[in-house]
């Protein structure tokens, strides 16, 4: 079984600065993707980025990139230039590729961006 | 298409009723997964389908829930006697059946029972 751990419950940043949130895996599976979901107040969850477990290379969309430590199972999201409409809840997901596509969420991390 | 769409969007039900979701997913998207998010919490993986099989359910899917999606398409999700920890925002989503592709989550059916 898979566990996703998000460490930070709420965090908040000025417009226009840059956060970091953080999310910790464990899995005994060799492949595998994650995500950052994105879920709006009363909106419904949208995918902001992903990466395959295989690529050295670090995901980037945009504002949004990842730091993927993958012997330490460490998956970050770093959003530049934050937004008010960045504010949000954040979670981070698992997904083994031989899961059927199912996903294993992290508890989530509340980001504030603040004018 | 405009997405996933789930109806309702709120229900208030009195413990011990009968509760029933409706989903609809992206019309060309073979898989449709349930999920259940407590307040607070991340979503957590119910049951998902393959056209009209069913091929996965959660253990935290008891034998009051029963899900299904008859001719592929539309998906229901049934809460029988339904209980105060039942309370929960249910979502679904969909997706083609490749690997990795990206599920496409509906607003979700947000249940409380009193």
């Known amino acids: 079984a898979q566990t996703v751990t998000q460490s930070q419950p709420e965090m908040s940043v000025q417009e226009a600065e840059t956060v970091t949130l953080s999310c910790t895996y464990d899995?005994?599976?060799?492949?595998?993707?994650l995500f950052w979901y994105k879920q709006p107040p009363s909106r419904q969850m949208i995918l902001v980025i992903r990466q395959e477990a295989y690529k050295q290379q670090n995901a980037t969309e945009n504002r949004f990139s990842v730091n993927f430590q993958k012997a330490a199972k460490s998956f970050s999201l770093k959003i530049s230039d934050s937004q008010l409409g960045d504010t949000a809840m954040y979670f981070c997901?698992?997904?083994?590729?031989?899961?059927?596509?199912?996903?294993?969420f992290g508890g989530g991390t509340r980001l504030m961006v603040k004018p | 298409d405009t997405g996933v769409s789930q109806d309702p969007r709120h229900k208030i039900t009195k413990r011990g009723q009968n509760v029933t979701f409706r989903c609809d997913p992206i019309s060309e998207h073979n898989r449709l997964y349930w999920y259940r998010q407590t307040l607070g919490q991340g979503p957590e993986f119910l049951t998902y389908f393959q056209n009209e099989a069913q091929l996965e359910k959660s253990r935290l899917l008891s034998d009051r829930f029963s899900a299904e999606r008859p001719k592929g398409s539309f998906s229901t999700l049934e809460i029988q006697r339904t209980e105060q920890g039942d309370s929960a925002m249910y979502l679904c989503?969909?997706?083609?059946?490749?690997?990795?592709?990206?599920?496409?989550f509906g607003q979700g059916t947000r249940l409380t029972v009193v």
């Open positions: 989503a969909s997706s083609f059946s490749q690997v990795n592709t990206e599920a496409f």
């Open positions: 997901a698992f997904m083994a590729n031989n899961a059927g596509n199912m996903l294993t």
């Open positions: 899995t005994s599976e060799n492949n595998y993707y």
